[in-house]
């Protein structure tokens, strides 16, 4: 199985930045899409970034500019950096690995969640 170790989450101000990361131990051969939800109490979750396996990115259109989501493949890592954040991304942030290639089986992944929030 698949171990998921999310981090980056915490409290920042309004304009200020966090990196969130996404790392998948264990025996993994490849990963489809990687990205990033998050949920709002009250409110659906909802796709934050992803990116495919060629590198192809979708950003939801509230956070166009200000965050980048990227990945690295020899370590199995997602990575959204958050900048110029603002108090309507404060949600809990969940990682989505899709596909996830392993000796016994392919396999979607989530994370546990991480909460952000931002607040002056």
């Known amino acids: 199985q698949v171990h998921l170790v999310e981090s980056g989450g915490g409290l920042v101000q309004p304009g200020g930045s966090l990196r969130l990361s996404c790392a998948a131990s264990?025996?993994?051969?490849?990963?489809?899409?990687m990205g990033w939800y998050r949920q709002a109490p009250g409110k659906r979750r909802e796709l934050v970034a992803a990116?495919?396996?060629?590198?192809?990115?979708n950003y939801a259109d509230s956070v166009k500019g200000r965050f980048t989501l990227s990945r690295d493949n020899t370590k199995n890592t997602v990575y959204l950096q958050m900048n110029n954040m603002k108090p309507e991304d404060t949600a809990v942030y969940y990682c989505?690995?899709?596909?996830?290639?392993?000796?016994?089986?392919?396999?979607?992944?989530w994370g546990r969640g991480t909460q952000v929030t931002v607040s002056s």
């Open positions: 990116i495919s396996s060629d590198g192809s990115i």
């Open positions: 989505d690995l899709d596909e996830v290639v392993t000796p016994i089986g392919i396999f979607p992944s």
């Open positions: 264990g025996t993994v051969i490849s990963i489809g899409a």
